[in-house]
């Protein structure tokens, strides 16, 4: 493309995950990219509002319990242990702002222009940006690649306020620590913000919909979870409903039924009384403004954006990734789609392995898994076995004092090859990834219990596992 500071070989919509990675690898191929980021500064939800925060949270709070409750385990006297609320919300915006400025600088050091503003698809080769201040402008560009992620789910009845029904980007910021936080939703978000706040005093309550919490992931593993969250204080109403909100001074009163009952849930009724609710029911992608239809663009249903294997849309020259296309809504699979999308617009191979991607929920214990569920694998009739070892059983486990939860993984009975791996367990999240390179190397599980894992470590779990797949785990 021409050299003309308006035209560009690749205009990146969005700079979340998916949409930084993908305008710095595409920089790196050497198109002349921008990126536009409505934002004061880059990082999209995940960094600023999401991913990021809450996990500087999480660590925060869990170093205060394990202070306030483990150390006398381990004969560490630790007296007067307390909670200054104000310092952990700055330690947690002080992580945020330096990993922001950490993406301009990336930006910079890989020539990738940032136009500041909202972007919109004018038609296919033209985007649009109006900033906060001043007039709009044009920009053309080659390929236009949609990567403006995901936005909150709202339940009718409740209104998020952000001061007593907060959304998650709300819950990152409370002011104090509420008496009774009511958490409609028991899916990753909610229960590991609910942790957060149950950690530093709150009564938590979790309302789900369904029968179980985290309703993706393999059955036994939600099971437990739920097991373990419970023994640590939390309380669940499942199989409910959050019909209306009445919000006053003194806090929130829910209206609530029972799931499968009539649509208005009469004569079913109760109520929950809190100081402070948070509605963490799931994501919709964030499509609105973007001149998609005026473009052509094809959605399906549940408004998320049609795609074919290379990650082009219906229009040429139009791509989409992350939260806006089918699938999970992970940042780490939006950073792979991304690089994938703008590899293939470099005329290279680009794949990503779906089977092959990890998901976490990053409470105490974490759970992560990786490739099929069991349910999944009886409901398409594959022939499988099972390797499962406890944390119980693992020398290191019982050193730390973190012997909650099991590995497990799931292979081909007649092959052998890793079909999935579920852990609920101390850094499943970290220990997840053996697994999730086993499966992207086609790995079978004899392949892992024959690989030396060092001692005394949590991954001997994992070797475990993998010999009890074959009924041959040494340690239980």
Known sequence: MADNDDAFDLIVIGAGPGGYVAAIRAAQLGLKTACVESRETLGGTCLNVGCIPSKALLHSSEMYEVAAVDFATFGIKANGVGVDLAKMLGHKDKVVGDLTKGIEFLFKKN????????G?????????????????????????????????????GVEIDENRIVSSTGALSLAKVPKHLVVVGGGYIGLEMGSVWRRLGAKVTVVEFLDVILPTMDGEAAKQMQRLLTKQGMEFRLGTKVIAAKTSNRGVTLTVAPAQKSENGAGD????????????????????????????????????????????????????????????????????????????????????????????????PEAAAVGKTEEQLKEAGVDYRTGKFPFTANSRGRANNETDGFVKILADAKTDRILGVHIVGPHAGTLIAELALAMEFGASAEDVARTCHAHPTLNEAVKEAALAVAGRAIHI
């Open 269 to 364: 009724q109760g109520e929950i009384k809190c100081d402070t609710v948070l509605v963490a029911i799931g994501r919709v992608p964030y499509t609105e403004g973007l001149g998609l239809k005026q473009a052509g663009v094809e959605m399906d249903d549940r408004g998320r954006v049609k795609i074919d294997g290379h990650f082009q849309t219906n229009v040429p020259g139009i791509y989409a990734i992350g939260d806006v296309i089918e699938g999970p809504m992970l940042a780490h699979l939006a950073e792979d789609e991304g690089i994938a999308a703008v590899e293939a617009m470099a005329g290279q191979a680009a794949h990503v392995n779906y089977d092959a991607i990890p998901g976490v929920v990053y409470t105490y």
């Open 120 to 156: 919109a698809i004018v038609k296919p080769g033209e985007v649009k940006v109006t900033p906060a201040k001043g007039g709009a402008k044009s920009y053309a560009a080659k390929n236009i690649l949609i990567a403006t992620g995901s936005d909150v789910a709202r339940l009718p």
């Open 111 to 118: 020539k990738v222009t940032w136009l500041k503003g909202k």
